[in-house]
């Protein structure tokens, strides 16, 4: 997940005076927002603007999300002072953001940071942006493991470390990470540390840099098929394609990782898959001596979670 690396301030939620960004660099473009306007119609104007490229009802969950992560504009405070003046450097800002989404750069790596699981992680281009999907990975982790009584548990290709980083604040394990990124591991030490997690990340492919005992194996491994590239979306399209695309139809990084796991002794492992691929995952994973495997959907009733116990 990259992004500018700055960080905006969420701000006030009240009083007479709204927040503003503290970083950021300001644009002095020709308004895409005229100037002077009221909050309230700010948020229709950027409504109007992200409707150019996205469906409405995504347009207007985004718009939100401009207000309330990029200028700390909470709803209560926006129901109390949206006839107010915007502030003309948060329309600048505004405008700048306009210009870089309009490009289809993600509002994730324009801001900086993502929210997953109610905490902020710092994303950069060198890592992929958390999904809600990937929560489903987290939950069948922590019961698998429970259910097991592991005490370590090892985060294969971590990214910007959510899920390494939310089993060490949630379990009391040992948690490792790898990733075959260096600057990806940066990012996830940053997030790491920021929420004062204890994970021991390491460099390397797949489980080669993971101590033993790598404990049970998580991981959202690159599983997009390359030839599905030109069919997805224009944002998609500035996420890291190492951690995005895996050869044999997006199956042989999850494939490798199975291999891998057992070889390691781990004692089972939970990895996100693409859609449609959990039979012929389930059919790898027991030819690799794999004894029980499960499959997990996900919202839309997609596979979404492979789980393969020793």
Not at 220 to 237: F, M, R, T
Request: some cysteine; charged content about 25%.
């Amino acid at each position: 997940m990259t992004g500018p690396g700055a960080h905006f301030s969420l701000g006030r939620r009240g009083g007479a005076s709204p927040p503003v960004p503290c970083e950021g660099a300001l644009h002095p473009l020709v308004h895409a927002i005229p100037y002077p306007v009221h909050h309230h119609s700010l948020r229709a104007r950027i409504v109007e603007q992200l409707r150019g490229f996205l469906p409405p009802e995504e347009a207007e969950a985004e718009s939100w999300r401009w207000l309330e992560e990029g200028l700390g504009l909470g709803r209560a405070w926006l129901l109390a002072h949206g006839e107010e003046v915007v502030p003309g450097e948060s329309v600048s800002q505004v405008d700048h953001w306009l210009e870089r989404r309009r490009a289809r750069e993600p509002w994730a790596y324009i801001l900086g940071w993502s929210l997953w699981r109610g905490r902020r992680f710092k994303v950069t281009r060198d890592t992929l942006i958390p999904r809600p999907e990937t929560e489903l990975v987290l939950e069948a982790a922590l019961e698998v493991g429970r259910r097991l009584g592991v005490s370590k548990a090892t985060d294969v290709g971590t990214g910007s470390g959510i899920l390494a980083i939310t089993l060490a604040l949630e379990t009391d394990w040992g948690v490792s990470a790898t990733d075959i990124s260096r600057r990806a591991l940066r990012v996830a030490e940053e997030n790491a540390a920021s929420h004062g997690a204890l994970v021991r990340f390491s460099l390397g492919d797949l489980l080669a840099s993971a101590p033993d005992p790598v404990g049970l194996v998580v991981s959202n491994p690159p599983y997009v098929d390359p030839l599905e590239a030109p069919d997805l979306q224009p944002e998609l399209g500035l996420e890291p394609s190492l951690a995005l695309f895996g050869g044999e139809g997006g199956l042989a990084v999850a494939t490798e990782l199975l291999r891998e796991a057992h070889v390691r002794s781990a004692p089972g492992i939970v990895m996100e898959i693409g859609a449609g691929q959990g039979p012929e995952l389930e059919a790898r994973a027991r030819a690799r001596g794999w004894r029980k495997t499960m499959i997990h959907k996900d919202f839309a009733g997609h596979h979404r979670v492979l789980v393969a116990l020793a």
